[in-house]
């Protein structure tokens, strides 16, 4: 699991009463361990720029107010000012904080965000994404990979078709929820990617990785079985690539993400409704 996934496990282990373990050369805890027993690892500005991109993104700090002052984030998180300066550093290069000599840190608006980086639309995705906001996903998501697939149809790189094969194989097999069909379907879609062979294509892989498994969250909150109409979809789109067929490879891949997005709209509608998570949401593959 990566830093970006676990802030608030995170939050609970930098918490000022939790046991300080060996220092390193900046003061703070090489490892530390938290009140569940957790261990804390080296990289302390990570953790600490992934608990505070978690607060600014859920407006704990909103746009436009001050963080707290240096010395209150210090006593808060009990680090050096070298790790809350490279944490800074972090959030100022992602565009959602700007520090200004005797005025302090202040959280930039949401239009400075950079919302092309993983690690903020992550922070967004762990924080119960709206609709407005998987809906805006979505339409990026149908922008980029329909034309992608479309491409992969008319380049049909073999390596690249058999990593999508190989995806879709996997999916199949895990289908009733006996494997990790999650990581076979993100392979599926990043496969297509990596078949056009374009270089600013591939680098929207990050982007989709955050973005699926920010949509599988919402509809894989417990082992479920593979819709059976969307793994045909999955296929429709692998044979259109095989075969050469760019027209049906777009339209295929059209199809999956309308179908897709109706689903989490669905789970996020039912989750609205009772104010709780759905024990059988609709969203079983995007």
Do not use: C
């Not at 490892?31 to 500005?45: A, K, L, P, Q, Y």
């Not at 593979?226 to 692998?238: A, G, K, N, P, Y």
């Not at 490879?249 to 409704?273: P, Q």
């Amino acid at each position: 699991m990566t830093s970006s996934e676990r802030p608030d496990r995170m939050g609970r282990e930098l918490h000022a009463k939790d046991k300080v373990g060996p220092q390193n050369r900046n003061g703070d805890s090489a490892v530390r361990r938290g009140s569940e027993g957790v261990t804390f690892g080296r990289n302390i500005h990570e953790s600490l720029a992934n608990i505070l991109g978690t607060e600014i993104v859920s407006e704990v700090h909103p746009p436009g107010s001050l963080l707290p002052n240096e010395f209150e984030m210090r006593e808060r998180f009990s680090v050096s000012r070298t790790a809350l300066r490279e944490a800074y550093r972090v959030l100022t290069a992602k565009g959602l904080i700007v520090s200004r000599p005797k005025v302090g840190t202040r959280v930039r608006p949401k239009s400075d965000w950079n919302m092309l980086d993983p690690e903020v639309l992550a922070w967004h995705l762990q924080m119960a994404p709206t609709e407005a906001f998987i809906t805006d996903l979505f339409v990026l998501r149908q922008m980029v990979e329909p034309q992608a697939a479309a491409m992969a149809a008319r380049l049909r790189p073999r390596a690249s078709i058999e990593r999508i094969a190989a995806a879709y194989a996997e999916m199949e097999r895990f289908r009733d929820g006996t494997g990790d069909i999650v990581t076979a379907d993100l392979q599926f879609h990043l496969g297509i990617l990596e078949a056009t062979g374009n270089h600013f294509i591939g680098a929207l892989g990050g982007l989709i990785h955050a973005a699926l498994l920010g949509s599988f969250k919402l509809g894989w909150e417990s082992p479920k079985k593979m819709q059976e109409s969307r793994l045909l979809q999955h296929r429709s789109v692998l044979e259109a690539i095989r075969a050469g067929n760019p027209e049906d490879a777009d339209r295929y891949m059209n199809i999956l993400l309308a179908d897709s997005i109706n689903d989490v709209r669905e789970f996020l509608r039912r989750r609205g409704a009772d104010g709780s998570t759905p024990t059988h949401a609709a969203a079983t593959s995007k």
